[in-house]
């Protein structure tokens, strides 16, 4: 879906060893709550983990490139505009699950998942690596410190929840689970949470078909189950939360609703997909244009089912039990 945009990316690794699917839309949310349905149970990942025994591709994993990651704050204010936001039974899961209200939340973009977390009574400190998403999200009352996840200095703080949302796949999934372990006190719970979006079957064929055209020979999200590459992806999570020891076991929940979308919400979104930022403004324009053409083809909005997928456990009171 985003194969052209390696040239202006700077990566130190060849574009043909990417999975450009990993840059698309990989973060946060909007302060606007889900309507729809919620189905309490339990973004992405190619169909083989890149860190997979016998594999030699780290380089290849999100957490590498770190051009993409930082590149959301680019336009924070559209960025928190017109981000999707996260389930209210998610985050009421996550609070009645962890053992007080102090969260952190790692990736924290401009804070829309932390104000929901707020608005559920939490005291919430962030964590980003952009200074221009961290200063949209102070603006909502809470701290945020600037940092990767992996260098950030707790200072001896402890925390009753870790949260993530649409970020983790930034971290090191073994690192990261660390870290987290590191910070969380016993019973504290470790939470990654994306968005799954899948439009309509007619109008997601016809996002494919722009995306071949605007953008031939990339990989297109659009063209397959966007779901399943969520969910490998948390099993990735779950996996590095697994290899620290530190955890019980994880669990994987799962939250259908749905969202309606006029045409210009969803070109609003469409620019803060991962690379879409670094896009020439030319290309940007075709495939906005073209997106715009089938909505409108489409009667002009539809409704898009996002499916909320979860990796969580809750911390032991020993890191390393016999």
Known sequence: MVGSLVAGLDFRVAPEQLDLRALLPLRRARNQQPSGHSERDRWYMPAQHEGQSGQNSSANEPHQHRQVAESFG??????????????????????????????????????????????????????????????????SGFGVEVATFEAWDPAG????????????????????AAKAAQVLRPGGRLAVFWNAFQPPPGLGEAFAEVYRQVMPGSPNLWAGPILDAYLMMCGTAADGIRQTGAFGDPEQWRFGWDRPYTRGEWLDQVPTFGGHTQLPPAKLEDLLAGIGTAIDAAGGSFTMRYTTVAATAARRASPNPA
Do not use: K, N
Not at 157 to 176: S, T, Y
């Open 157 to 176: 703080r402890a925390f009753d929840a870790v949260i993530a949302r649409q970020a983790w796949h930034w971290v090191d999934p073994v690192a990261g």
């Open 74 to 139: 680019a336009d924070a204010e559209r960025y928190d505009r017109a981000r999707p936001s996260y389930p209210a039974a998610l985050v009421e899961r996550i609070v009645a699950a962890s053992p007080g209200p102090g969260v952190l939340d790692v990736g924290c973009g401009t804070g829309i998942a932390a104000r929901q977390f707020q608005a559920a009574g939490c005291r919430v400190l962030g964590v980003d690596p952009d200074p221009r998403m961290a200063d949209l999200a102070r603006q």
